[in-house]
C-alpha cells in the first residue's frame, strides 16, 4: 500500500495524543507527536534563559536547539542536542509557557519544516497530531480529523492523567492555552475545511480508535 498520512489535530484534552499513537500502531504507521515538538523547544528556552516573554529573544534563539524525534508508536521519543526531554517537557512550567513560544513564526517555521521532512521520510506512512497538521504542515493529508470534546470531559481527562491535579485549575488552564493557541496570527489552531470532525465527549477511547481506523482504511 503506498504510504498514507493522517492529521490529527484539536484542542487538548480530546484524547488526540492516545487515539494517534493507538491508530498508527495497528495500522503499522509511524508516528509524530507535534506538541512535544513546541514544548521541547520551550524547554530549552527557559533552561537557557532565554525570555519567553520577548518574541524578538524567542525568534533570535529559535534556529539553536537541534531536536529529534522518534516515530515509533509504541516508544516515541523526543531529544534536544542529544537530551532525551520527555520528562522535562510536561512540568506545568513548560505547559504554562508552550503558547507564547509557539505563537512565534520563526519558531512554526523551523517547526513546521522539520515535521514535513519527517512526514515524508515514513515509508509506510504516518499518524501527526497538533494543532496545525491539516490547516498548514499538511494540507494535502491522506486523511485529515478533528478532535473535540466539551471542556468538562477535557479537564476531567488531563486531571486524571495529572493524577490528583484539580479539576477546576486544570479546566482554567486548558481554556487559557486553547484560546491563545487559538487566536495566535500564525496558524492558529483550526479545523480544516475537509476535516473529519469527531466529537469525544460520550465516546471512549476504544470508540474513538475504532472511528479513526475505520476512517483511515477507507481512504486507502
Ligand atoms: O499537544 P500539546 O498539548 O502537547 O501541545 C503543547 C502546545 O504546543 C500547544 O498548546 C500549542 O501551543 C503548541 N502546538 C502548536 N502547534 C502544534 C502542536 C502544538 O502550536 N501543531
Known sequence: APAVIVAIDGPSGTGKSSTSKAVAAKLGLSYLDTGAQYRAITW?????GIDVTDPSSIAAAAGKPELVSGTDPSAPTITVDGTDVAGPIRTQEVTSKVSAVSAVPEVRA????LQRS???AAE????VEGRDIGTTVLPDADLKIFLTASPEARAARR?????????????????KRDAADSSRKTS????????????TSDLTLQQVIECVVTLVEEKR
Open 110 to 113: 523551523r517547526i513546521t519544516e
Open 159 to 175: 486531571s486524571g492523567e495529572l493524577k490528583g491535579a484539580d479539576v477546576n485549575a486544570t479546566r482554567e488552564a486548558l481554556i
Open 44 to 48: 530549552w528556552m527557559v533552561t537557557n
Open 124 to 127: 509506510k506512512g504516518i499518524v
Open 118 to 120: 519527517i512526514a515524508s
Open 188 to 199: 492558529p489552531l483550526a479545523k480544516a475545511d475537509d476535516a473529519v470532525e469527531v466529537d
